[in-house]
């Protein structure tokens, strides 16, 4: 029995070395196997990579040239816009000049016929004829200021003036046109001795103009104030109105060319003008290193304009 067991443990140990390297074999084989599998699915992952990368390349070419394509159409449509631009800058001044003349005309012929007897209803023609050429002459204005500040040559002729004496030399006449009206022109804080290097004509230009707009989008029986401050080196004057106001979404818009307040609903009103004097107005404004805006706290509630320049003195 003893030798029996003695025997049995070499063959035992014989077996279980065969056992381990068989165990060795078959985990080695499975190693490499799974390596070679890894590598594969490696390869296929950069191949269809590869592939798309080739793919978003062709894309990419392509929208290259569609983007060429359409930069060089875009280059001839600016070149077409860009003369279209200057015809019509050149068709403006034509057209200014050529209504001037025989406007003018209209307008001499009818003030001598006023001045001879006429019965009531031919006085009143011809007041309306006068009235009429006057509108047009505003708009012959304000379309040649127009013509110029796109052509480039609104040219302001700056020299030192006493702008308070500007003001006082024209709100006579802007005291007419608010009493035809029958609104109150009142004016405040009347400054003395300031002066500004500016161009007078253009300057008192959109004074008037804010007075007058004041004065036309109020109703009879209201009031519009004026006012002068002097804030560091500006001058500022401020045209208040008791009218019929803006809506908060267009007090900037109110500045563009052409650009007529859509919240308000007097058609009346956005007949009798163009939409040009403000914009005019902020372009002679920033001409003189200045600012110009409205504000208003909302339809139906009153308007103040205001607009600043540097000042000395
Ligand atoms: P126009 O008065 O000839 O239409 P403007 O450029 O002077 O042109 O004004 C542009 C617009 O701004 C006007 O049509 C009007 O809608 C608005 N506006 C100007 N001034 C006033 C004001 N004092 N109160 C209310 N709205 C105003």
């Known amino acids: 029995m003893e030798i029996l067991v003695i025997a049995l443990i070499p063959l035992s140990l014989l077996l279980l070395g065969a056992g381990f390297l068989v165990v060795a074999q078959v985990s080695g084989f499975m190693q490499s ?7 594969n699915f490696s390869n296929m992952i950069i191949q269809q990579y590869m592939e798309r990368i080739t793919l978003a390349q062709g894309q ?14 875009l280059s001839l449509s600016n070149q077409e816009l860009g003369s279209l631009n200057e015809m019509k800058s050149k068709f403006l001044s034509m057209v200014v000049h050529d209504v001037r003349t025989p406007l003018a005309s209209i307008r001499g012929f009818s003030e001598l016929l006023m001045g001879k007897k006429l019965g009531e209803r031919e006085e009143m023609y011809l007041k309306n004829i006068v009235s009429s050429t006057d509108q047009l002459g505003r708009l012959i204005a304000d379309l040649t200021d127009l013509a110029m500040i796109e052509a480039g040559k609104l040219k302001m002729e700056k020299a030192l003036f006493d702008f308070p004496d500007m003001a006082k030399d024209i709100l006579p006449g802007l005291s007419i046109n608010a009493q035809k009206k029958n609104v109150e022109l009142a004016v405040n804080e009347f400054p003395y001795g300031v002066l500004v290097d500016g161009d007078k004509f253009r300057l008192s230009q959109v004074f008037m103009n804010l007075v007058n707009n004041a004065i036309k989008f109020t109703p009879a029986g209201r009031s519009v104030e004026v006012f002068f401050r002097r804030e560091g080196k500006y001058i500022t004057t401020l045209v208040k109105d008791s009218g019929i106001g803006i809506h908060p979404s267009e007090t900037k818009k109110i500045f563009e060319k052409f650009y007529q307040a859509k919240y308000q609903k007097d058609a009346k009103l956005r007949k009798q003008g163009w939409g040009l004097g403000l914009s005019i107005a902020q372009e002679v404004v920033r001409a003189h290193k200045g600012d110009i805006g409205a504000v208003s706290p909302g339809l ?10 540097p000042a000395g003195g």
């Open 60 to 73: 990419l070419y392509q929208r290259k040239r569609e983007l060429e394509g359409l930069s060089a159409q």
């Open 33 to 39: 196997a799974f390596f070679n599998q890894r590598q």
């Open 300 to 309: 139906g509630k009153g308007s103040t304009f205001w607009f600043k320049i």
